[in-house]
């Protein structure tokens, strides 16, 4: 007989100004919510590329908001940006940056919903036999 672990799940929800200054914000947000060592580098790196992605090209009056959404355990987290921009498809974008190619290598499951606005998410996940894959939404 196994006794159930109860998981300690944080959650947060930002409204980011669509300025540089923001990827900064989010990351000290997660900072301050708590990481788990073992997931925080990878999930603060995603999270300050994610959101300096939407912040660059949503193209974004100044009264718009990014949001930004985090699902925080442990050894798992689930992160989403979203703007009202335009949004795009993953396997058309042409581009010198890392912020794509650095999803699909950390991240276990990512994706990008461009259906109102865009939505890119991913998450991290150390829990035992996870693998990695890219969605179309979710």
Not at 47 to 62: K, M, Q
Not at 93 to 106: P, R, S
């Amino acid at each position: 007989f196994t006794v159930p672990t109860v998981t300690d799940t944080r959650e947060m929800l930002l409204a980011l100004e669509p300025r540089p200054e923001s990827a900064r914000l989010a990351r000290r947000a997660l900072h301050a919510h708590g990481l788990n060592e073992d997931i925080e580098h990878t999930v603060t790196l995603l999270a300050t590329e994610v959101v300096g992605n939407a912040v660059r090209h949503a193209a974004l009056r100044g009264d718009q908001r990014i949001v930004f959404f985090a699902r925080l355990n442990d050894d798992f987290a689930r992160i989403e940006v979203a703007d009202p921009g335009v949004g795009f498809d993953p396997d058309r974008v042409e581009t010198d940056g890392y912020g794509l190619k650095l999803l699909a290598k950390l991240a276990a499951r990512w994706g990008v919903d461009s259906t109102k606005g865009c939505r890119v998410w991913f998450e991290v996940d150390r829990r035992p036999g996870r693998g990695g894959r890219f969605d179309r939404g979710d």
